[in-house]
């Protein structure tokens, strides 16, 4: 690896400018010197730059801004000889220039400090940078004892000051080139003796490099990128100009929509109701008391609420300072929590007090106890913190960080393969495209109540279109207090819900009711949603004739494909396809083994990249080369064909993942979690159709020649280790041998047939 440093002469004479791989060029710029320069090419930057310029209340600040804006911009169009440079930031907040054709991607990172701009520029690397000026310090002996190693606390108590900013400088070199910003702390690796060594990681090869600045320190970090990295990048600007594409934040629309509908009301649960105007009045409220408790922009925070008011208020809360929620389920447990928050590092754990008899509080202090990363636990009660804090800073109109729609919104949960779900990075502008399409292809308008009858925290009921969608048309939310036939139907009946969404089992369940319950009246209903699972064709037609409403079938992932059918489709038509994609720009491929196309009316599977799909899961390189292709498509796992009306047909799952009741399960998740018994030695999960439940789990075990084990006793082991209740096999079955396929794998083809025979 060959280092460069450049200074200020450099950059006034440089032209043209060359960098390949294995090279970091660093300029090391005191910015006073090039005052008159500065300002003479401030106009160069971005119209979001020009308003933060103007937010510094200091004339120093704001010029240090200036010239790091413009030595990045000048360098990287010497460096790829373009006239204009578009930016975006990826899944983690980092920035990167736009993919040029023709051209190569040139990494970059940017820091300053005092007098001195410090930036690095690689091709094919991660790359962090940071310098600080050595100015006094008097608490550092306190912050290296909170942030640092213990090893490193020590060094720096024995040191003194400098060693704690050439620490401090290399660790955040270190998480910057990560993309990762200070959420997951600095105490997980260490930069002794001029190495990055992170805890439980082997085979490291990180660079760390010094960079000599009188009264500075000053560190490069930087490390080859996989393969895998370097492929395929969602280029947000080729959607810039689609009806209901807006780059802006989550939390600005909740601003616009204040204004715009006012005193209308935005949501009600089973206890109050509250205006847009008061919505937004509240989430700002609570944002300022965010920001007081020290939860950044870029933060991330557990969020495990369930359907009720303050579930909106804390998630525009967060979109407002631009912390990301990562939306756990009510159902979740300690099981599904640990592998999240080792993944992750959340800032910060928002809890009910109590749902449905279970205490959420013991649980999440005992997170916090296990795990360093999380700083704070909000609980959500009427004397609760979240409660508290709205009050508390109700009135105090506070300045947000200024949040670009193409940062992480949100972070929702897919299914894992090891135990630990996948993370599903939405930006706000996909998100809310995602929600406005939705809402279009409804045909919702102000005049429409939806009810979330689903959790709220699933990507169906927020956002297809769900809350999002029906506010940003000025409609009204209804948030079902629980998942049961008698509150959905209660919902409809008096609160006149014009559209819902269902999965099939629970659709059954409410007929059924409504077969032997004559006072429930739903001829409000004018478009019920079904999705989550594969609907039967029976049941379609049962719904088709028997409900005052239009059903339309839904299919959809929260890594982004949604296809629906349209309201002015034939029934015979919506009851045997789930209707076509929702924009414009999806791009849509149904591939075999081999990824060839296949012909109209053949299965296949189910490709898909567009303006809403992400083009990778958040810190899962193994899992992202399984699931997308070099060119961006995301392999949904799902059978699919192209009827003769061009119509989407799908035919169930490929992936092993089982889709009980509309909840998505991997059987080997659970498969480790029984393993973990003291009598069993081997398991193997699979799913068997089931009428109700769309697929049951069963599962097969080799246990103890003297065990006997239950139904009964599996459940009460998955209850005490913390597995949620929708994970719970329905059936068990012993075996003493495995059937085997021509390779020596598990047959589970067999063992789903052998469930079927029981």
Same mark, same amino acid.
């Given at each position: 690896?060959?280092?460069?440093?450049?200074?200020?002469?450099?950059?006034?004479?440089?032209?043209?400018?060359?960098?390949?791989?294995?090279?970091?060029?660093?300029?090391?710029?005191?910015?006073?010197?090039?005052?008159?320069?500065?300002?003479?090419?401030?106009?160069?930057?971005?119209?979001?730059?020009?308003?933060?310029?103007?937010?510094?209340?200091?004339?120093?600040? +704001?010029?240090?801004?200036?010239?790091?804006?413009?030595?990045?911009?000048?360098?990287?169009? +010497?460096?790829?000889?373009?006239?204009?440079?578009?930016?975006?930031?990826?899944?983690?907040?980092?920035?990167?220039?736009?993919?040029?054709?023709?051209?190569?991607?040139?990494?970059?990172?940017?820091?300053?400090?005092?007098?001195?701009?410090?930036?690095?520029?690689?091709?094919?690397?991660?790359?962090?940078?940071?310098?600080?000026?050595?100015?006094?310090?008097?608490?550092?002996?306190?912050?290296?004892?909170?942030?640092?190693?213990?090893?490193?606390?020590?060094?720096?108590?024995?040191?003194?000051?400098?060693?704690?900013?050439?620490?401090?400088?290399?660790?955040?070199?270190?998480?910057?080139?990560?993309?990762?910003?200070?959420?997951?702390?600095?105490?997980?690796?260490?930069?002794?003796?001029?190495?990055?060594?992170?805890?439980?990681?082997?085979?490291?090869?990180?660079?760390?490099?010094?960079?000599?600045?009188?009264?500075?320190?000053?560190?490069?970090?930087?490390?080859?990128?996989?393969?895998?990295?370097?492929?395929?990048? !969602?280029?947000?600007?080729?959607?810039?100009?689609?009806?209901?594409?807006?780059?802006?934040?989550?939390?600005?629309?909740?601003?616009?929509?204040?204004? !715009?509908?006012?005193? +209308?009301?935005?949501?009600?649960?089973?206890?109050?109701?509250?205006?847009?105007?008061?919505?937004?009045?509240?989430?700002?409220?609570?944002?300022?008391?965010?920001?007081?408790?020290?939860?950044?922009?870029?933060?991330?925070?557990?969020?495990?609420?369930?359907?009720?008011?303050?579930?909106?208020?804390?998630?525009?809360?967060?979109?407002?300072?631009?912390?990301?929620?990562?939306?756990?389920?009510?159902?979740?447990?300690?099981?599904?929590?640990?592998?999240?928050?080792?993944?992750?590092?959340?800032?910060?754990?928002?809890?009910?007090?109590?749902?449905?008899?279970?205490?959420?509080?013991?649980?999440?202090?005992?997170?916090?106890?296990?795990?360093?990363?999380?700083?704070?636990?909000?609980?959500?009660?009427?004397?609760?913190?979240?409660?508290?804090?709205?009050?508390?800073?109700?009135?105090?109109?506070?300045?947000?960080?200024?949040?670009?729609?193409?940062?992480?919104?949100?972070?929702?949960?897919?299914?894992?393969?090891?135990?630990?779900?996948?993370?599903?990075?939405?930006?706000?502008?996909?998100?809310?495209?995602?929600?406005?399409?939705?809402?279009?292809?409804?045909?919702?308008?102000?005049?429409?109540?939806?009810?979330?009858?689903?959790?709220?925290?699933?990507?169906?009921?927020?956002?297809?279109?769900?809350?999002?969608?029906?506010?940003?048309?000025?409609?009204?939310?209804?948030?079902?207090?629980?998942?049961?036939?008698?509150?959905?139907?209660?919902?409809?009946?008096?609160?006149?819900?014009?559209?819902?969404?269902?999965?099939?089992?629970?659709?059954?369940?409410?007929?059924?009711?409504?077969?032997?319950?004559?006072?429930?009246?739903?001829?409000?209903?004018?478009?019920?949603?079904?999705?989550?699972?594969?609907?039967?064709?029976?049941?379609?037609?049962?719904?088709?004739?028997?409900?005052?409403?239009?059903?339309?079938?839904?299919?959809?992932?929260?890594?982004?494909?949604?296809?629906?059918?349209?309201?002015?489709?034939?029934?015979?038509?919506?009851?045997?396809?789930?209707?076509?994609?929702?924009?414009?720009?999806?791009?849509? !491929?149904?591939?075999?083994?081999?990824?060839?196309?296949?012909?109209?009316?053949?299965?296949?599977?189910?490709?898909?990249?567009?303006?809403?799909?992400?083009?990778?899961?958040?810190?899962?390189?193994?899992?992202?080369?399984?699931?997308?292709?070099?060119?961006?498509?995301?392999?949904?796992?799902?059978?699919?064909?192209?009827?003769?009306?061009?119509?989407? +047909?799908?035919?169930?799952?490929?992936?092993?993942?089982?889709?009980?009741?509309?909840?998505?399960?991997?059987?080997?998740?659970?498969?480790?979690?029984?393993?973990?018994?003291?009598?069993?030695?081997?398991?193997?999960?699979?799913?068997?159709?089931?009428?109700?439940?769309?697929?049951?789990?069963?599962?097969?075990?080799?246990?103890?020649?003297?065990?006997?084990?239950?139904?009964?006793?599996?459940?009460?082991?998955?209850?005490?280790?913390?597995?949620?209740?929708?994970?719970?096999?329905?059936?068990?079955?012993?075996?003493?041998?495995?059937?085997?396929?021509?390779?020596?794998?598990?047959?589970?083809?067999?063992?789903?047939?052998?469930?079927?025979?029981?």
């Amino acid at each position: 690896m060959e280092i460069k440093r450049y200074g200020a002469k450099e950059f006034l004479a440089a032209g043209k400018l060359c960098i390949r791989e294995n090279e970091i060029h660093i300029w090391c710029i005191c910015w006073p010197e090039m005052t008159d320069f500065w300002v003479n090419h401030e106009y160069i930057l971005s119209g979001q730059e020009s308003e933060q310029v103007g937010r510094f209340r200091f004339s120093e600040d +704001r010029m240090r801004y200036i010239a790091g804006k413009v030595v990045v911009r000048l360098l990287l169009k +010497r460096y790829l000889d373009v006239e204009t440079i578009d930016f975006s930031v990826s899944e983690r907040g980092k920035p990167y220039h736009k993919k040029i054709a023709g051209k190569q991607t040139v990494d970059f990172n940017i820091s300053h400090s005092g007098e001195f701009i410090l930036a690095g520029f690689a091709v094919g690397m991660d790359i962090g940078v940071d310098v600080q000026e050595m100015a006094g310090c008097p608490d550092y002996r306190e912050i290296a004892g909170n942030f640092y190693t213990e090893e490193e606390a020590e060094d720096v108590i024995k040191e003194g000051a400098a060693l704690f900013f050439q620490y401090w400088a290399a660790k955040e070199a270190y998480v910057k080139a990560l993309g990762i910003g200070l959420g997951r702390g600095m105490d997980f690796f260490s930069v002794r003796n001029g190495k990055i060594a992170e805890k439980d990681k082997k085979d490291q090869d990180w660079f760390l490099y010094p960079v000599r600045i009188k009264g500075y320190a000053a560190y490069v970090a930087a490390h080859k990128k996989e393969a895998n990295q370097m492929g395929y990048k !969602k280029d947000m600007s080729k959607y810039e100009n689609l009806e209901g594409w807006e780059r802006c934040g989550v939390g600005e629309q909740l601003d616009r929509w204040a204004e !715009k509908y006012g005193e +209308r009301t935005a949501v009600t649960d089973s206890e109050d109701e509250i205006s847009y105007m008061e919505l937004k009045q509240k989430a700002d409220c609570l944002a300022a008391a965010f920001l007081r408790k020290g939860i950044l922009k870029g933060d991330k925070v557990l969020v495990q609420l369930p359907n009720r008011i303050s579930f909106v208020i804390v998630f525009f809360a967060l979109s407002k300072i631009g912390a990301v929620p990562i939306m756990m389920l009510p159902a979740h447990r300690e099981a599904e929590l640990e592998g999240i928050i080792e993944l992750a590092k959340p800032a910060a754990y928002i809890v009910a007090e109590k749902y449905l008899g279970f205490s959420y509080v013991p649980m999440a202090n005992a997170m916090k106890e296990k795990y360093s990363c999380i700083r704070h636990i909000f609980v959500d009660s009427e004397s609760g913190d979240i409660s508290g804090m709205i009050a508390e800073t109700c009135g105090e109109n506070g300045a947000f960080p200024a949040v670009d729609g193409y940062e992480t919104a949100v972070l929702l949960l897919s299914g894992g393969t090891t135990g630990v779900p996948k993370l599903i990075p939405r930006t706000h502008t996909d998100y809310m495209y995602n929600a406005r399409m939705s809402a279009k292809r409804c045909r919702l308008d102000s005049s429409d109540v939806y009810l979330a009858s689903l959790p709220v925290a699933h990507n169906f009921p927020l956002c297809c279109p769900g809350l999002l969608g029906t506010l940003d048309v000025g409609g009204k939310v209804v948030l079902a207090s629980a998942t049961s036939p008698d509150d959905i139907l209660d919902a409809i009946t008096e609160e006149g819900v014009t559209i819902t969404a269902l999965v099939p089992a629970m659709v059954t369940v409410c007929m059924e009711m409504l077969e032997w319950d004559e006072d429930y009246d739903i001829s409000s209903l004018r478009i019920l949603q079904v999705g989550g699972a594969m609907l039967e064709d029976s049941l379609a037609d049962k719904i088709i004739e028997e409900w005052p409403c239009k059903l339309m079938q839904v299919f959809g992932t929260a890594e982004g494909l949604l296809s629906f059918t349209s309201p002015e489709d034939e029934g015979s038509l919506i009851a045997r396809c789930q209707g076509t994609p929702v924009s414009p720009a999806d791009e849509v !491929k149904i591939v075999d083994d081999e990824d060839k196309a296949v012909p109209e009316g053949v299965f296949g599977e189910l490709l898909s990249r567009g303006p809403y799909t992400i083009d990778g899961y958040y810190m899962a390189e193994e899992a992202n080369k399984k699931s997308f292709t070099p060119d961006g498509f995301y392999r949904t796992g799902d059978k699919a064909m192209w009827t003769k009306d061009g119509r989407l +047909r799908l035919g169930g799952r490929i992936k092993e993942q089982i889709n009980r009741a509309g909840e998505k399960i991997m059987p080997s998740e659970i498969e480790a979690y029984l393993c973990r018994h003291l009598k069993i030695k081997e398991a193997a999960v699979v799913g068997v159709p089931d009428e109700t439940l769309g697929n049951r789990i069963c599962a097969f075990l080799v246990t103890d020649d003297e065990a006997g084990i239950d139904l009964q006793e599996i459940h009460r082991f998955l209850r005490e280790i913390g597995v949620a209740a929708y994970k719970m096999p329905d059936q068990i079955e012993r075996v003493e041998t495995w059937p085997l396929t021509s390779v020596g794998k598990i047959d589970k083809k067999a063992l789903e047939r052998m469930a079927q025979e029981k």
